[in-house]
């Protein structure tokens, strides 16, 4: 976790020296709301694949362009709208969590879009309950 806050605070610092550096009026960016940025996904079974559609509407002026959609562990798989979204058009990010290990879980997925700041998180989370086999495991003495 401490690795992900230092890669947040990284990437947010360079994000915002690059932005000084540009002469793109806000005008310029776009604009996007999410419907929610955290989902829970409560009690999952271990081993089993979930998903959740993060969406999303562009309320700027110009298309929202999702570059890049980045998770913080192996476990997570994303996928996004690749095309331009329009302004007033509706986009998502789709993360696919499959858990090998028992107990609670908070995955980031890091979005880089052209919004202001470029940088949008989005969180997923629950506890993994494990499998009759690993309840019934023989534990060391």
Partial sequence: MKKLMIIAAVMFVANT???QATTAAKSDLAVI???ASTHDFGKIKQGVPV???FKFTNKGKVPAVIT???PSCGCTTP???RDPVM???EGHVKATFNAMAVGPFDKVITVTANTEGGVILLHIKGEVE???ATNTAVKPN
């Fill in 17 to 19: 020296g690059f932005s």
């Fill in 33 to 35: 709301q999410w419907d």
């Fill in 51 to 53: 998903t959740y559609e």
């Fill in 68 to 70: 890049n959609a980045q």
């Fill in 79 to 81: 996928s996004w709208t």
């Fill in 87 to 89: 302004a007033g058009g």
């Fill in 130 to 132: 494990g499998t009759a």
